[in-house]
C-alpha cells in the first residue's frame, strides 16, 4: 500500500500541515450534529466566504466565480477557464493535482453556467488545508501551457460544440436565452459549432482573462461540512496571491444590468422538436427582483409528475393526457438581476403544435383565476420543496450561495426562501400570469418548422 510520504518531498510540506492543523472540535462519526442548514458568511483576506458545519466525515469546497458566459469578454471563454481547471500550476504538475488527490480519496471538478464558474473539490474533513490551497493555486498559478491547451483544452471545447449540434433541447435553451436578453444572460453556454474559436481562444488571452476573472471582488469560498474558523483561517492564508483587481490593460467584467426583450427565433432540425415558450421571471432568493408567486407559477403548471403512475396535480400534465407524443415540461431559471420561465414542449412536431395551444389557453385560466384551492395548495407545497431541496443540495446551494455573496453579499438562506413561498396567495398568482401574457414572449422552435407554429398562432405576443 502506498503511503500518503511517497507523494514526495514536495509534497509532503501541505499535507503535513494539513495533518497538524486538526482543528480541536474535529469529532467522530457518532458525535452530534452542531451544524446548520443556514451558512455563516464572513471575508478572510478580501475573500468573501461561507460555511456550513454540516455532520459528517466529509467536506466539499468550492470556488465560485462571476465569469459565466454572461461575463466572458470573448466567446468560449468561461468554457476554455472550465476546462484548463485542475491543469498545471507554476507549484505542481496536473498529473501530480490527479495523483495526490486520488491518494487522498478526493475528487475535483469543474463547470460553468450562464453566470458563474465553479472550481470545486469533494475530500475527507480533516483534508481542508491541502484542498484550499490547491482551488487557491488554481485561480493565481495556474500556468495556462501552450501544449495543454493544443492537447487537451481545444480538443474537449470542439467536443462539446458537436454535442450541442445534435442536442435540439439545449439548441432552443440556448437560443430562448439570446431571444430574451441578447447579450450577457442572452450568450449561449457553450459555443456552437460555427463559432470561430480560433479567432477568438488561445492560452495566453486565456491567461489575462483569467486575471480579470479571479479577482478579489469576483470570487467566492463556499464550504459545506467545514467549522467557519477553519475555513476563514485557510482561506485567509492560501488565497494571499489573489489580485485584488484586474489588470488596468484587462477589460473588466461587463456588470450592465440585465434587460428583457423578447421575440421569436426559429431553428430548421432535422434530429428533434422542441418549442420553449419563455416569460420574463424571478432573479434568485439573494437578487433585488426576487418574486417567489413565480416558483409557484412554475409549479402550477408543471407538465412532469413527481409521482410514479400518476399523471400528477399540475395542469399541465393533465394535458398530456391528450397529447401522448409530446412531453412539457415547465422550468425558471434565477439569475442574480433576471429569471426565466420556461415552458418545453418535445416530441412529435403536430403533437407539439396542439400541446403549444393548450399550454396558452392554461395560462390564460391561471390569468382569470380558474385555480382551484386544492391545486394552489398543493403548487405551493411543491415549489417550498423544490427550493428548498435545491439550497440543501451541495451542488446547487453552493452555486448559489457564492452567488449571492458576490452579486449582493448575502448567502442563500433556504428557510428564508421557504418563508417566501409559503406567503404567495392566490391573487398573486394570477397577477403574474397576467402579466406574463400582457407582455411579451421569448419563443423559439427547433425542428421541423413546416408544422411547428409560429407565437401568434399559439395567441402570444413576441
Known amino acids: 500500500m502506498i503511503s500518503r510520504a511517497s507523494l514526495g518531498r514536495n509534497a509532503q510540506l501541505p499535507l503535513r500541515r494539513r495533518c497538524q492543523a486538526q482543528p480541536s472540535n474535529r469529532r467522530g462519526l457518532a458525535a452530534v450534529a452542531s451544524g446548520t442548514f443556514s451558512y455563516e458568511t464572513g471575508e478572510a483576506g478580501g475573500i468573501k466566504f461561507a460555511s456550513r458545519d454540516l455532520a459528517g466525515p466529509t467536506t466539499t469546497v468550492a470556488l465560485v466565480a462571476k465569469a459565466g458566459t454572461r461575463y466572458q469578454v470573448l466567446p468560449g471563454f468561461s468554457e476554455g477557464l472550465e476546462k484548463f481547471a485542475f491543469k498545471s500550476t507554476h507549484k505542481r504538475s496536473a498529473l501530480r493535482i490527479t495523483r495526490e488527490t486520488e491518494l487522498l480519496g478526493g475528487q475535483f471538478s469543474a463547470y460553468h453556467s450562464r453566470e458563474n464558474l465553479v472550481i470545486g473539490a469533494k475530500f475527507l474533513r480533516e483534508d481542508l488545508p491541502y484542498f484550499t490551497e490547491l482551488l487557491g493555486e488554481v485561480i493565481s498559478k495556474t500556468r495556462f501551457t501552450r501544449h495543454e491547451w493544443q492537447e487537451e483544452v481545444e480538443p474537449t471545447i470542439k467536443l462539446s460544440q458537436k454535442a450541442l449540434l445534435g442536442n435540439v433541447t439545449q439548441l432552443a435553451i440556448n437560443s430562448v436565452h439570446g431571444v430574451a436578453f441578447h447579450r450577457g444572460l442572452g450568450e449561449p453556454l457553450h459555443p456552437s459549432s460555427s463559432t470561430p474559436l480560433t479567432k477568438y481562444l488561445s492560452a495566453e488571452r486565456l491567461q489575462a482573462y483569467?486575471?480579470?476573472?479571479?479577482?478579489?471582488?469576483?470570487?467566492?469560498?463556499?464550504?459545506?461540512?467545514?467549522?467557519?474558523?477553519?475555513?476563514?483561517?485557510?482561506?485567509?492564508?492560501?488565497?494571499?496571491?489573489?489580485?485584488?483587481?484586474?489588470?488596468?490593460?484587462?477589460?473588466?467584467?461587463?456588470?450592465?444590468?440585465?434587460?428583457?426583450?423578447?421575440?421569436?427565433?426559429?431553428?430548421?432540425?432535422?434530429?428533434?422538436?422542441?418549442?420553449?415558450?419563455?416569460?420574463?421571471?424571478?432573479?434568485?432568493?439573494?437578487?433585488?427582483?426576487?418574486?417567489?408567486?413565480?416558483?409557484?407559477?412554475?409549479?402550477?403548471?408543471?407538465?412532469?409528475?413527481?409521482?410514479?403512475?400518476?399523471?400528477?396535480?399540475?395542469?399541465?400534465?393533465?394535458?398530456?393526457?391528450?397529447?401522448?407524443?409530446?412531453?412539457?415540461?415547465?422550468?425558471?431559471?434565477?439569475?442574480?438581476?433576471?429569471?426565466?420561465?420556461?415552458?418545453?414542449?418535445?416530441?412529435?412536431?403536430?403533437?407539439?403544435?396542439?400541446?403549444?395551444?393548450?399550454?396558452?389557453?392554461?395560462?390564460?385560466?391561471?390569468?382569470?383565476?380558474?385555480?382551484?384551492?386544492?391545486?394552489?395548495?398543493?403548487?405551493?407545497a411543491s415549489a417550498k420543496f423544490k427550493a428548498l431541496e435545491s439550497g440543501e443540495s451541495l451542488a446547487t446551494g453552493v452555486e448559489l450561495t457564492g452567488a449571492g455573496l458576490i452579486h449582493d453579499g448575502k448567502a442563500f438562506q433556504i428557510d428564508e426562501v421557504g418563508k417566501g413561498v409559503d406567503g404567495v396567495s392566490g391573487d398573486q398568482l394570477k397577477k403574474a400570469a397576467k402579466s406574463l401574457l400582457d407582455g411579451r414572449a421569448s419563443v423559439s422552435a427547433v425542428g421541423d418548422l413546416h408544422i411547428l407554429p409560429f407565437a401568434e398562432e399559439l395567441g402570444l405576443n413576441a
Not at 440585465?258 to 420574463?280: C, Q, V
Open 210 to 380: 483569467s486575471q480579470a476573472a479571479y479577482a478579489k471582488p469576483n470570487i467566492a469560498v463556499v464550504a459545506n461540512g467545514a467549522s467557519h474558523g477553519d475555513l476563514s483561517k485557510w482561506v485567509g492564508e492560501f488565497f494571499s496571491d489573489t489580485p485584488s483587481s484586474a489588470p488596468s490593460d484587462i477589460p473588466a467584467i461587463d456588470t450592465t444590468s440585465t434587460k428583457y426583450y423578447g421575440g421569436e427565433e426559429r431553428i430548421a432540425h432535422d434530429s428533434g422538436n422542441t418549442m420553449i415558450l419563455a416569460f420574463p421571471g424571478s432573479s434568485s432568493f439573494t437578487g433585488s427582483s426576487y418574486k417567489p408567486e413565480v416558483a409557484v407559477l412554475a409549479a402550477l403548471l408543471g407538465g412532469e409528475s413527481s409521482i410514479k403512475w400518476s399523471p400528477g396535480f399540475s395542469l399541465l400534465s393533465k394535458n398530456t393526457v391528450a397529447h401522448p407524443h409530446a412531453h412539457i415540461s415547465t422550468s425558471h431559471a434565477a439569475y442574480s438581476d433576471a429569471g426565466l420561465l420556461c415552458i418545453s414542449i418535445a416530441g412529435n412536431p403536430s403533437h407539439v403544435r396542439k400541446a403549444g395551444k393548450d399550454v396558452v389557453n392554461t395560462l390564460k385560466s391561471v390569468a382569470a383565476g380558474e385555480v382551484s384551492n386544492e391545486d394552489l395548495k398543493k403548487a405551493i
